[in-house]
């Protein structure tokens, strides 16, 4: 792997949401970021449900059918039919750390040939695992910039 830092800060995300979240009152964890964004829990849940969605879908489609496709979804979408706004954080959080861990482990599995294996994506086009993976870190810091956006 070509970025030391990758998989220290895949790895770190679990641990920055928790102390993250923990400054956020109870008031705040259900009402809105911004007008037109998720609330800190439902960002939450959206991290976790698309953490196996990254890895399942995205990274191991490259991996395992270079050049295949995989599917765009509507978060806001998902988070409606997910009831985002219902779920319970401490719940989300446990599910997104077992989740973080797999994709941990799968992609210090990865050989060096491996990273650049490609997928299709349909709004962003090619992209090698390298890219997905580094997308996933780039998502993690915008929810967490997010997230500090209500901090007590």
């Known amino acids: 792997m070509k970025n030391y830092y990758l998989l ?3 790895d770190a995300t679990p641990r920055i949401l928790r102390r993250t ?14 007008p ?3 609330s800190p829990l439902e960002v939450m849940c959206h991290l976790n449900d698309w ?3 990254m890895r399942e879908e995205r990274m191991k489609t490259a991996f ?3 050049g295949g496709s995989f599917l765009a979804y509507d978060e806001a979408v998902k988070a409606v ?3 985002y706004s219902e779920r319970n954080l401490e719940e ?3 599910e997104f750390e077992r989740e973080r861990t797999k994709t941990v482990e799968f992609v210090k599995s990865l050989s060096e040939a491996d990273w650049g294996k490609t997928a299709f994506h349909p709004d962003r086009g090619m992209m090698t695992l390298c890219e997905i ?3 996933v870190v780039c998502h993690d810091v915008y929810h967490i910039e997010q997230l500090w956006a209500v901090v007590d």
Not at 23 to 32: F, G, I, M, N, Q
Request: hydrophobic share 35%; no cysteine; aromatic share 2%.
């Open 92 to 94: 989300q959080m446990a």
């Open 133 to 135: 993976v580094h997308m």
């Open 51 to 53: 953490e196996p969605i």
């Open 8 to 10: 220290p800060g895949l």
């Open 36 to 38: 037109d964004r998720f």
């Open 21 to 34: 979240l923990a400054l956020v009152s109870p008031e705040k964890l259900r009402l809105p970021t911004h």
């Open 64 to 66: 395992t059918n270079p």
């Open 81 to 83: 039919e997910g009831r």
